[in-house]
């Protein structure tokens, strides 16, 4: 098995089926399995997958794992070499999936790699970032991003490479959750998705993880983008469900990180200062 693609689904029963239906119109020759973790969805998207999709492992965990939980049962589950991160509301055009597995083929040294993602109309979604720093947080979720309007602007362009049109294959810090594709050994020996965090900030936190685990040594621990393959990402459809829960979340991932990889007394100054004032994701 070559390749195992896991989507983890939370009442987006329509968007999975156009997702589902896209992996196999554009499968191809491709050895692969297609896992599907539903987050006790209410919408009668388990008895679709079941009719529709008789072939798709259909896992039931019977509760909400949210995005960690529930992704981490489909890769343990997995049997590819490569496990691709996949969420429900996207649509895979011709030719991808071979190409990202055909790019971590031919570069050992690369361990995780993301795509061109582009929203419905063809625009270019800007993914991928550089690992967002103590500075940048407090600036843009507290008041003092106000005060230092300048300073944020210049932090925003460089964490999110205003430079980079997203239209050539390089190496990037992070890369989105929304489309991960990784090899299988390396998430194993890595624990996968951290599951102290429940949406956000996972991702971020796994490529850091990966660049890390180079660092030390292993030898297929980068992280690129790859501008030859495209997926369409209608993007948030499990969170606008409920986007007062979800920006909960968010700020409560997001002090989880911080205090992660910036320690504890900068997480609770975080937690102090911040305020949830609407999604701020992107």
């Known amino acids: 098995m070559k390749l195992s693609i896991v989507i983890c689904n939370y009442n987006t029963r329509d968007d999975l089926a156009q997702c589902l239906e896209s992996i196999e119109r554009t499968r191809g020759d491709l050895a692969l399995e297609v896992i599907v973790v539903d987050n006790a969805s209410r919408d009668g998207s388990t008895a679709m997958v079941r009719a529709r999709f008789p072939a798709v492992h259909l896992i039931e965990p019977g509760a909400n794992l949210w995005f960690n939980g529930g992704n981490n ?73 106000k005060l230092l309007p300048q300073k944020l602007a210049a932090i925003e362009r460089a964490l999110w490479y205003a430079d980079w049109d997203r239209e050539s294959t390089r190496p990037v810090e992070a890369a989105p959750g929304s489309a991960l594709i990784a090899r299988r050994a390396l998430l194993a020996r890595l624990g996968y998705l951290d599951e102290a965090m429940k949406l956000f900030f996972s991702d971020i936190d796994l490529s850091r993880r990966v660049w890390e685990a180079g660092r030390a040594g292993d030898a297929g621990a980068e992280v690129h983008y790859v501008a030859e393959a495209t997926i369409v990402h209608r993007e948030h459809a499990s969170i606008g469900q409920a986007q007062r829960l979800a920006t909960r979340i968010y700020f409560d991932d997001m002090v989880i990180f911080t205090r992660k990889y910036y320690g504890a007394p900068r997480a609770a100054l975080l937690a102090r200062c911040s305020r949830p004032r609407g999604p701020p994701w992107r």
């Open 73 to 145: 049962t489909g890769l343990r589950a997995a049997r590819g070499a490569y496990a691709l991160i996949l969420n429900p509301d996207t649509v895979v055009t011709p030719g991808a999936l071979r190409t990202l597995v055909d790019y971590l083929d031919a570069h050992p040294g690369v361990g995780m790699a993301t795509c061109r993602m582009v929203f419905p109309d063809g625009t270019v979604q800007p993914n991928c970032s550089r690992f967002p720093g103590f500075g940048y947080l407090i600036l843009v979720h507290s008041f003092l991003g």
